[in-house]
């Protein structure tokens, strides 16, 4: 039973006014926030692509390896296997995602090709025409879309509180046989981009969902309560979203903020600095968990210019080659 008849007229609870009212106060700050970091936007949205492609990973309980998602994420080795090959395809959809501008609309075919171009190698069992009443779930996804688009049309509906909604009963839906829950999540970040909600090109909204999963699995279940006798609670699950949002645009000040005092020096110098912070042996990694919007190439320059005044010294080859201090600056020796 679909909430959308009823959202018009339903009462919002005061602890989710509270927060829609600290979120639009975070959204009207946007667009400063955007211009602070213009010149670095294009190097924050790459880390967050590899973010989600990683999160969404965990998300769906995908056993790899740290250093595997690495290099599926960050460095796009062919992936081997199944499980790796999903990991590519999360890459290939948030690249596309999150470059594009905000003109996606939420329709039928786009939401049974986005399951598609993501699953379909990974377990082909779970697209929607394996299933036995495959043109009952179609027919009701064409209905709830329809209902969810004649809503947005209305303008008569708060717009956060109208995903959320519209992702609780999509759930509950099951329209996919697998991974249908996950369906619905990358469709709620797809209608918050739509329509306005840049933080979540500039933040991990996968990350921030898996830091407290244990606390999302309690919102949607809540919220699916009695959903199929057309008596859910559909605020729980809002209410953590729309936390979830206000925590990823308080990140996003202090991100800016960094970027604010970073600007006092150049990209080589703040490598400096980080090294200079260590205390003997350190990676390049021990330098990107520091700062991880400066670029290989920077770190490499810097590195080799640092060894060169003999301040510090190679103790190994490859991507995982520590470097050891030898002064702590310019005169003093370590």
């Known amino acids: 039973m679909y909430f959308f008849p009823n959202i018009k007229t339903t009462p919002l609870a005061p602890q989710l006014i509270m927060q829609l009212t600290k979120l639009y106060e975070n959204k009207g700050r946007e667009l400063y926030y955007l211009s602070l970091i213009?010149?670095?936007?294009?190097?924050?949205?790459?880390?967050?692509?590899?973010?989600?492609?990683?999160?969404?990973?965990?998300?769906?309980?995908?056993?790899?390896?740290?250093?595997?998602?690495?290099?599926?994420?960050?460095?796009?080795?062919?992936?081997?296997?199944?499980?790796?090959?999903?990991?590519?395809?999360?890459?290939?959809?948030?690249?596309?995602?999150?470059?594009?501008?905000?003109?996606?609309?939420?329709?039928t075919n786009g939401v049974i090709e986005i399951q598609e171009f993501i699953f379909r190698e990974f377990d082909p069992n779970s697209t929607i025409?394996?299933?036995?009443?495959?043109?009952?779930?179609?027919?009701?996804?064409?209905?709830?879309?329809?209902?969810?688009?004649r809503l947005i049309n209305e303008k008569e509906s708060e717009l956060v509180t109208l995903f959320c909604a519209f992702t609780i009963d999509f759930i509950n839906l099951r329209i996919f046989d697998n991974y249908n829950e996950f369906i619905g999540i990358i469709l709620l970040m797809?209608?918050?981009?739509?329509?306005?909600?840049?933080?979540?090109?500039?933040?991990?909204?996968?990350?921030?969902i898996y830091t407290i999963e244990a606390k999302y699995t309690e919102a949607v279940n809540k919220s699916s309560l009695n959903w199929g006798i057309g008596l859910p609670q559909y605020?729980?699950?809002?209410?953590?979203?729309?936390?979830?949002?206000?925590?990823?645009?308080?990140?996003?000040?202090?991100?800016c903020q960094s970027f604010q005092n970073?600007?006092?020096?150049?990209?080589?110098?703040?490598?400096?600095?980080?090294?200079?912070?260590?205390?003997?042996?350190?990676?390049?990694?021990?330098?990107?968990?520091?700062?991880?919007?400066?670029?290989?190439?920077?770190i490499n320059r810097s590195l080799k210019n640092l060894r060169e005044r003999g301040i510090i010294e190679p103790t190994g080859k490859g991507r995982s080659a520590k470097w050891r201090k030898l002064r702590h600056g310019k005169y003093q020796t370590y």
């Open 262 to 298: 970073d600007k006092k020096f150049s990209k080589e110098e703040l490598v400096e600095q980080i090294v200079f912070g260590f205390n003997n042996y350190f990676t390049k990694d021990d330098i990107r968990k520091y700062n991880p919007y400066i670029s290989d190439s920077t």
């Open 38 to 107: 213009k010149n670095d936007s294009k190097v924050i949205k790459h880390n967050v692509i590899e973010a989600d492609s990683e999160y969404s990973g965990h998300l769906l309980n995908i056993n790899l390896s740290a250093q595997k998602y690495k290099l599926l994420t960050q460095q796009g080795v062919t992936p081997t296997n199944r499980k790796e090959k999903l990991i590519a395809n999360f890459l290939k959809f948030f690249q596309i995602m999150h470059k594009a501008e905000s003109n996606w609309k939420l329709s």
């Open 129 to 149: 025409e394996k299933k036995r009443n495959r043109l009952d779930k179609k027919n009701e996804l064409d209905n709830l879309i329809s209902q969810f688009n």
């Open 190 to 208: 797809l209608l918050l981009k739509q329509y306005g909600y840049k933080i979540v090109d500039h933040i991990s909204f996968f990350k921030a």
């Open 235 to 255: 605020h729980f699950f809002t209410i953590f979203i729309v936390n979830i949002l206000n925590s990823m645009y308080d990140e996003f000040e202090k991100l």
